[in-house]
């Protein structure tokens, strides 16, 4: 009995289609825990146009603070690579992730980076501006797979579905809210504090309970004095207890000087040690 012969045609439609689903059937290597493109405690609000390439989202602020000349942060570590194209991206950076994943961060103002320098999740890579194509200071802000743009995805949590325009959605950032510091400080403070946007007394976000608290870092700004000639320039970053209606109360800031067991412009942890700086 002859062998039956099958046709080379059939042959290379099995093959196709053995290769196809390996390619579909081959996970996706797992995303770094990408963290919002800006610091700690801020609130910004986000929104993707018709116009925008893959699956981005723009962001600006929405906390009060200026968008334009913000720290644009590294949303996970990898080595950045900066480019230009003025009639597009302006300047921008992308970041690669490695295992196939890379954030880029368009229409920068200035770049905080050198290029194929690694960064640090959290680590300042460039400010907020508006090169390039762009009507107003934005962070135009993507994650990419194998060059495909994804969802964006913070925190383990998918932005999906986009608003169409600024003002209905939000998020508040907690990338780099380690301050640099290895993590949070304990302080005891002796009266129930005001916490602000900034260091100075501006835009009150809500209060810090007397007590024992944590802090995440220390910045130099609004002297804050009482009628006993006691002051303090240092305010500490940290997360409020009570939070004002329409306001943010993680990463506000709180002056030193409510510090029970330290002087004049003075930062120091309950073990005594420099609280450092943001």
């Given at each position: 009995m002859r062998a039956r012969i099958t046709?080379?045609?059939?042959?290379l439609a099995l093959l196709a289609g053995l290769l196809t689903a390996l390619v579909t059937t081959t996970p996706a290597q797992a995303?770094?825990?990408?963290?919002a493109p800006y610091p700690c405690g801020q609130k910004w609000t986000y929104g993707h146009h018709s116009a925008e390439v893959r699956q981005a989202l723009d962001f600006i602020r929405a906390d009060g603070g200026t968008t334009a000349g913000t720290p644009v942060l590294a949303s996970a570590?990898?080595?950045?690579?900066?480019?230009s194209q003025p009639s597009g991206a302006g300047n921008y950076i992308v970041v690669d992730h490695g295992s196939g994943w890379k954030t880029y961060y368009f229409h920068l103002n200035a770049y905080s980076v050198a290029n194929g320098a690694w960064v640090a999740q959290g680590q300042q890579i460039g400010t907020t501006g508006?090169?390039?194509?762009?009507?107003?200071?934005?962070?135009?802000?993507?994650?990419?797979?194998?060059?495909?743009?994804?969802?964006?995805?913070?925190?383990?949590?998918?932005l999906a579905p986009y608003p169409?325009?600024?003002?209905?959605?939000?998020?508040?950032?907690?990338?780099?809210?380690?301050?640099?510091?290895g993590g949070k400080y304990w302080v005891d403070t002796f009266a129930n504090a005001t916490g602000y946007a900034q260091a100075n007394t501006n835009d009150a976000q809500g209060v810090l309970n007397a007590g024992t608290n944590y802090v995440y870092c220390k910045v130099w700004g609004q002297e804050v004095r009482d009628a006993s000639g006691n002051f303090n320039h240092w305010w500490l970053r940290t997360d409020l207890d009570?939070?004002?209606?329409?306001?943010?109360?993680?990463?506000?800031y709180v002056s030193a000087y409510y510090l029970s067991r330290w002087g004049n412009d003075e930062a120091r942890d309950n073990n005594g040690a420099t609280i450092p700086s943001c």
């Open positions: 046709p080379l045609g059939t042959l995303a770094p825990l990408f963290k570590s990898g080595t950045a690579y900066r480019y508006s090169t390039g194509n762009s009507s107003g200071a934005h962070i135009h802000y993507e994650q990419l797979y194998n060059g495909v743009g994804q969802p964006i995805v913070i925190n383990g949590a998918s169409g325009s600024y003002g209905s959605k939000y998020l508040t950032s907690d990338n780099g809210c380690s301050g640099g510091g009570t939070v004002y209606a329409g306001k943010n109360g993680n990463g506000a």
